[in-house]
């Protein structure tokens, strides 16, 4: 039976109704500070908790329930006699209700200019610390974090005069899951300010949305974001029209937006199963979306598209026709909008911050029994060297760095070859770069004579080389390192290709 109750929120959501209710059953309510206060003006005769205590808050509310006659309340087993008998002893009551939610550090770290100092104010100690007592003691205690609970729990109560043991053991597991998470963000946010490899590391993410299913229908799956997200990420978008977004359109999209933002001119990607199956640059959206097009109008079939520039009514017009499963972009016209009403499941995410980019991130990799993490790869290009006595043109070096930044975002193996800032033909992850090399080729509709090639990684052989000067390629750009560097460079300038060394390698598994 509950006989006594501890509210103390900062979420005052409900509160007032829940402790009206709890107080007409008759069950004692104790409280603390502004929640105490607001309770007293609306009719309910709260103890203050320094009547519990008899001691008073201090410290400016730093400390008001971290006291024996509080916790040993909470956490005395009612079965066990030896408790019982000791806080009869110490004069302490039993507390059956614990009523908490804690300081809004989220909140604080979340508004602009927030300070160290104001951020430390809004660490709660004496709340987690309760929530915690009275979860670790669920089969005596019925705690609530969640002002969502309050209206379930007060039917139970009123229906059978106390919380079921499934009831309060779900409650706290709700409370230890908060718990942890509200540490999290605090570990997170005190460790932005240095540079460090913590030894144990604990990451947290709220969930955003149940997905229908993983990357195969057998598989459950659901998003969850980063506490704030980050500005210029898919969890930032507003949908605005179109099914919810699938596994696959999340990763695929995410994909997406990691390429297009390597570009500040008008650009537009098009993205399958993560790799990039067309890629361009414009002098308008509509440009580049018809050099997109025309790159693959095969691959593109049912594929994710995310430009850095406004869809307006043309460039709508010739989407319309094609399979697209998502269209990103910082905005859509009015008459672009309506076009897309016809094809009411295509999903439009209109994302405004779209080429914002934090430099400071980690890239995470789930293995069997543990995680991977690295330094998100923000790097291009090291040094551009020119290793061949072929100087590469003005417009070909714009190409070589334009199939550079594709090539990155490509799955290793990856070979890339463009022209004017179109890529022609594509070949991600082969177990054998030539073979990226042919596949692209053997795959391309395209007449590649004086295209750029772009390699993710290094030439082993020289049989890459040989390979691209029968397509008609005319300029290469590679990370170089390869014990045999040599021999490319030779067959390069035999065959009269101009090469580039970057310096730096874009493996991507």
Not at 216 to 225: D, G, L, T
Not at 227 to 232: K, L, T
Request: charged share 25%.
């Amino acid at each position: 039976m509950i006989k006594r109750a501890l509210i103390s929120v900062s979420d005052k959501t409900g509160v007032v109704e829940l402790a009206i209710k709890l107080y007409k059953m008759g069950i004692e309510i104790i409280s603390t500070g502004g929640t105490a206060k607001l309770l007293r003006e609306s009719g309910v005769n709260a103890l203050d908790i320094s009547q519990i205590t008899g001691f008073p808050e201090c410290l400016d509310g730093r400390v008001k329930t971290l006291h024996p006659a509080v916790h040993g309340g909470i956490l005395a087993i009612r079965s066990n006699e030896s408790h019982m008998k000791t806080i009869k002893q110490l004069n302490i009551t039993p507390i059956d209700m614990v009523i908490i939610n804690l300081y809004p550090f989220k909140e604080t770290i979340l508004k602009e200019n927030t300070t160290l100092d104001e951020a430390i104010e809004n660490i709660d100690i004496g709340g987690p610390a309760m929530l915690r007592s009275a979860a670790k003691n669920y089969r005596d205690v019925t705690v609530i974090i969640d002002p969502n609970d309050y209206e379930g729990v007060i039917k139970e109560i009123e229906t059978t005069g106390d919380t079921t043991e499934e009831t309060r053991y779900n409650l706290a597991l709700k409370v230890f899951r908060h718990t942890s998470h509200y540490d999290a963000m605090i570990a997170n946010y005190l460790g932005n300010n240095i540079e460090d490899t913590p030894q144990t590391l604990t990451l947290t993410y709220e969930k955003l949305q149940d997905l229908r299913y993983g990357e195969n229908p057998h598989q459950k799956a659901i998003f969850y974001k980063e506490v704030g997200g980050r500005i210029g990420s898919l969890v930032e978008g507003e949908q605005l029209q179109g099914k919810e977004l699938s596994f696959n359109n999340i990763n695929d999209a995410n994909g997406a937006l990691e390429l297009l933002k390597e570009f500040d001119e008008t650009t537009l990607v098009a993205v399958k199963h993560t790799n990039p199956c067309g890629v361009a640059s414009g002098k308008t959206i509509f440009e580049a979306f018809k050099k997109v097009y025309e790159a693959d109008s095969i691959s593109i079939f049912g594929g994710i598209i995310a430009a850095n520039d406004t869809i307006d009514g043309k460039t709508a017009e010739a989407m319309k026709d094609i399979f697209l499963e998502v269209i990103i972009a910082p905005d859509f016209t009015q008459e672009a909008l309506e076009i897309f009403k016809a094809k009411k499941n295509i999903r439009l995410i209109k994302l405004k911050d779209i080429k914002a980019s934090e430099v400071k991130d980690i890239d995470i990799k789930k293995v069997y029994g543990g995680i991977l993490i690295q330094e998100k790869n923000m790097a291009l290009i090291h040094k551009s060297e020119i290793v061949t006595k072929k100087q590469p043109t003005k417009q070909e070096m714009e190409d070589l760095v334009f199939a550079y930044k594709v090539v990155k975002h490509m799955k290793s193996n990856a070979i890339a070859i463009a022209k004017n800032k179109q890529t022609l033909a594509l070949g991600p992850g082969q177990t054998a770069r030539v073979w990226a090399l042919n596949n692209a080729i053997e795959n391309c509709r395209h007449d590649l004579s004086g295209s750029v090639l772009a390699s993710d990684a290094f030439f082993p052989f020289k049989d890459s080389v040989e390979l691209a000067s029968r397509a008609g390629i005319k300029a290469i750009i590679q990370p170089g390192g390869s014990l045999k560097d040599q021999e490319s460079i030779d067959e390069c300038n035999e065959k009269n290709i101009s090469m580039v060394f970057t310096g730096i390698r874009h493996f991507k598994h």
